[in-house]
T-cell receptor, first 113, second 112 residues
Framework: KAGVTQTPRYLIKTRGQQVTLSCSPISGHRSVSWYQQTPGQGLQFLFEYFSETQRNKGNFPGRFSGRQFSNSRSEMNVSTLELGDSALYLC????????????FGSGTQLSVL | AQRVTQPEKLLSVFKGAPVELKCNYS??????LFWYVQYSRQRLQLLLR??SRESIKGFTADLNKGETSFHLKKPFAQEEDSAMYYC??????????????FGQGTILTVHP
């Protein structure tokens, strides 16, 4: 069974641009969560989607948004990029309602110049 | 608001020695606690969860609600235990587990 797949692996953007990251969960998983990982703040929850609906949201500005498609794939978007948005963005999926175990992807490393 | 604290950023032990990674939490409700581990060049993965009361790779963790702690222990550390360990808390009350609050992590190094 394929694991959680995140694309692209690396991104370099400049301030003010916008970026879209993609996450394909494990087959059969309907819940997808996003986390931002930085050396200073550690792992911080961004949002969680289930059945195309945002179920939980973290304390991030409105520049961070996401969505989930009917096949459970998810995208997150960051608009008007700032230098502080440079981070590893991790996606995780789980079977929801069956198991509390999260399966993480390898992440997308975003660098904002 | 919930918070997870891992007081040790780095922890070094010798092979065969006992190891304890500390985790304290603050949460007004009934928490569910987890330990996640990231080995070198691997993905973050679940090590164990307090609900299961299981032992994985020789590690155990007991939830102490009085001390609001969930320390991870292993009686005899192995070199392959060297990794980054994260303590995490879910406040969803069993309705969803996608939203976790993570501690800052502890890098465990086991020397031969």
């Amino acid at each position: 069974k394929a694991g959680v797949t995140q694309t692209p692996r690396y991104l370099i953007k400049t301030r003010g641009q916008q970026v879209t990251l993609s996450c394909s969960p494990i087959s059969g998983h309907r819940s997808v969560s996003w986390y931002q990982q930085t050396p200073g703040q550690g792992l911080q929850f961004l949002f969680e989607y289930f059945s195309e609906t945002q179920r939980n949201k973290g304390n991030f500005p409105g520049r961070f948004s996401g969505r989930q498609f009917s096949n459970s794939r998810s995208e997150m978007n960051v608009s008007t990029l700032e230098l502080g948005d440079s981070a590893l963005y991790l996606c995780a999926s789980n079977r929801d309602g069956v198991d509390e175990k999260l399966f993480f992807g390898s992440g997308t490393q975003l660098s904002v110049l | 608001a919930q918070r997870v604290t891992q007081p040790e950023k780095l922890l070094s032990v010798f092979k065969g020695a006992p190891v304890e990674l500390k985790c304290n939490y603050s949460y007004s409700g009934s928490p569910e606690l987890f330990w996640y581990v990231q080995y070198s060049r691997q993905r973050l993965q679940l090590l164990l969860r307090h609900i299961s009361r299981e032992s994985i790779k020789g590690f155990t963790a007991d939830l102490n609600k009085g001390e609001t702690s969930f320390h991870l222990k292993k009686p005899f550390a192995q070199e392959e235990d060297s990794a980054m360990y994260y303590c995490a808390l879910s406040s969803a009350g069993g309705t969803s587990y996608g939203k976790l609050t993570f501690g800052q992590g502890t890098i465990l190094t086991v020397h031969p």
